[in-house]
């Protein structure tokens, strides 16, 4: 298998512009997670969904935050509009079974808003 | 409130010694404890896992586990250059179903 995949793997933008990160699962995994890390609050959870269902939105900072997941296999995280405060890496994790235990990492999308 | 704490460091070794990186935690009913290893510019990946008290130990890695005082703690044996990378704590909550992560302890390796 070829892991949890993001894209893109770097992302500039510029204030006020939208931005979209996407995540493909590892194939069978049941849960998918987005995380935020940056030097000063570390690694966050902001979404997680099980069997493609949101089941925890707690983490997301804003409503210029979203995230979707409409299938098993693909899962997008966007933020409209995109401030310079939102640069961090944007990491996607997978799980298989209910535990939600053993986290699977993407690369992760390094985001830089100018 | 940060609800799993770790020291920062940077913490350094001798190549060979012993590495000592703790964790502690809030959440008394938390089950499940993870130690994730992310070397620069990469991902997390999940290096030892433990659930009950005492010492669970796998090749030069020990986890140890003490509940009563809410404590975790990973000791990595004949330390090598390579082991240099942060490592977060990871606790899986009585009540939640996600993991919340500690900040991380910056280790490096002295040749």
């Given amino acids: ?114 | 409130q940060k609800e799993v704490e770790q020291n920062s460091g940077p913490l350094s070794v001798p190549e060979g010694a012993i590495a000592s990186l703790n964790c502690t935690y809030s959440d008394r009913v938390s089950q499940s404890f993870f130690w994730y290893r992310q070397y620069s510019g990469k991902s997390p990946e999940l290096i030892m896992s433990i659930y009950s008290n005492g010492d669970k130990e796998d090749g030069r890695f020990t986890a140890q586990l003490n509940k009563a005082s809410q404590y975790v703690s990973l000791l990595i044996r004949d330390s090598q250059p390579s082991d240099s990378a942060t490592y977060l704590c990871a606790v899986l909550e009585g009540s939640a179903r996600q993991l919340t992560f500690g900040s991380g302890t910056q280790l490096t390796v002295l040749p």
């Fill in chain 1, 1 to 114: 298998d070829a892991g949890v995949i993001q894209s893109p793997r770097h992302e500039v933008t510029e204030m006020g512009q939208e931005v979209t990160l996407r995540c493909k699962p590892i194939s069978g995994h049941n849960s998918l997670f987005w995380y935020r890390q940056t030097m000063m609050r570390g690694l966050e959870l902001l979404i997680y969904f099980n069997n493609n269902v949101p089941i925890d939105d707690s983490g997301m900072p804003e409503d210029r935050f979203s995230a979707k997941m409409p299938n098993a296999s693909f899962s997008t995280l966007k933020i409209q509009p995109s401030e310079p405060r939102d640069s961090a890496v944007y990491f996607c994790a997978s799980s298989p079974g209910q535990s939600n235990e053993k986290l699977f990492f993407g690369s992760g999308t390094q985001l830089s808003v100018l």
